[in-house]
């Protein structure tokens, strides 16, 4: 009884088996190969005993003859694919993502940089009416420039005019 119970399994599994592969071939070796994918190309049609329902091995690609330049038709034909304009559409999201970014820090910069020529032009304003200018030291204290410290810091301020006021 028990032998007969493992002689149906051991026969269901190798029927399961059949069913769910697409493709039956014979192989190099004389052995039937059971597969979802389809024979390699070096098997003959004689030898393909099963394939997918709506399939005709003649339309498989085939590896071109030696000394053959032309691939494949099926090779070389687009195959279809509803990811293709999905991942498209990702890319140039993302790609016009990246350019907004881009121009907003530029933006960003612009406006900075108009800031601190606004900023220079002004101080440079106030050095060159000849009024004496005071900073605050370390301790809190107001001390004026001397004639060195102001033509080093409207110097300084030149600078950041060329560079910044174009």
């Known amino acids: 009884m028990k032998l007969k119970r493992t002689v149906i399994l051991g026969v269901l599994c190798v029927a399961s088996m059949a069913a769910m592969a697409q493709w039956q071939w014979i192989g190099q070796d004389g052995r039937k190969v059971f597969s979802d994918r389809p024979p390699p190309s070096d098997i003959p049609e004689k030898n393909i005993l ?8 003649a339309t498989q690609a085939t590896a071109p003859a030696e000394g053959s330049s032309t691939p494949a038709t099926a090779a070389s034909a687009p195959r279809p694919s509803g990811k293709d304009k999905e991942l498209e559409e990702k890319k140039k999201q ?4 990246d ?12 406006k900075a940089k108009a800031e601190n ?3 220079a032009q002004q ?5 060159d009416s000849g009024v004496r200018i005071a900073t605050t030291n370390k301790n809190g204290e107001r001390e004026y420039m001397d004639d060195a410290t102001r033509a080093s810091e409207l110097k300084r301020l030149q600078g950041i005019i060329q560079s910044d006021c174009k």
């Not at 993302?94 to 993502?97: N, T, V, Y």
Request: net charge positive; hydrophobic share 35%; aromatic share 4%.
């Open 50 to 57: 099963k394939q997918p329902a709506g399939r005709n091995v």
């Open 94 to 97: 993302a790609e016009q993502a």
């Open 99 to 110: 350019a907004d970014k881009k121009k907003a820090e530029e933006e960003k910069n612009k």
């Open 117 to 119: 020529c606004a900023r």
């Open 123 to 127: 101080a440079k304003a106030a050095f």
